[in-house]
């Protein structure tokens, strides 16, 4: 069992983006963790896809949770070894599952050596073309390709409103990612002591473009830094995105949230 002193839910909330699965690896009780959090007011959760090998597993796993959706498609980290036609009529498969509301999480790394640039590239044109066929929102990866990110996307344009998932770049990047059309999430990073450029960013994304997220188990808020993350800290990044942004009270921004993921990922509201 969590302990519920380890929660802290501001109700309504919304977490984006975590990795069930990876939280079990991180030795993390997940579905205790999932039904605190929604105890204790969390609105909707975002597990995240990096393959689909491990779908049915997510999809059984979140199975009494109606209000985590799930999303598919292939992370970076499979470019080079997987050959998108091969994997194609799988990923459409899924899909078409009631469950999934977005293709992702997919991008470009150029922090880690996954593939060639090119393959990268290719791997999410490839998801791009598959998400404007369905109508889908991407959750978009970036690691040191901002730059490349936005050519790719100048070029090859999402017709869904996409996101740009856990923020690590500058101000200047928010504002190209923005006028394309993206909403913007942050995660526990923008909290840390050396993320003003972060930080610069979350001041200026628009109350109706924003999105907060765990990302868990990676990247635990700075009042929790140092422990594996889960959603139930999503509440510490809530409170400090309001205090930066000037906000009139937590709760403010709890709603934008709230607003944008189900306008996005076409959720019915749930409270």
Known sequence: MVDSDDIHIIPGSVDSHFHTLIMEEKS??????LRTCFDAGLAYG??????????????????????VYLTAGFHPSQAGSRRFPEVESELRRR????????????????YRNHGTPAEQADLVVSQIELANEYTLPLIIHNREAASELYDLFRAHPPIAESVMHCFSADADTARRFLDLGFTISFGGNVTYKRSEPIREAARLVPADRILTETDAPFLAPQAVRGKPNHPGYVGYTYEFLATLRGETSTADLVSHTKKNFERIFSVVPSR
Do not use: K, N, Y
Request: charged share 25%.
């Open 95 to 110: 899909l078409s599952d009631p469950r999934v509301v977005a293709l992702g999480e997919v991008g470009l790394d150029f």
């Open 46 to 67: 975002l597990d995240i896809a990096v393959s689909l090998d491990d779908f049915e597993q997510r999809r059984q796993r979140l199975t009494p949770f109606p209000h």
């Open 28 to 33: 993390l009780p997940a579905p205790d963790i």
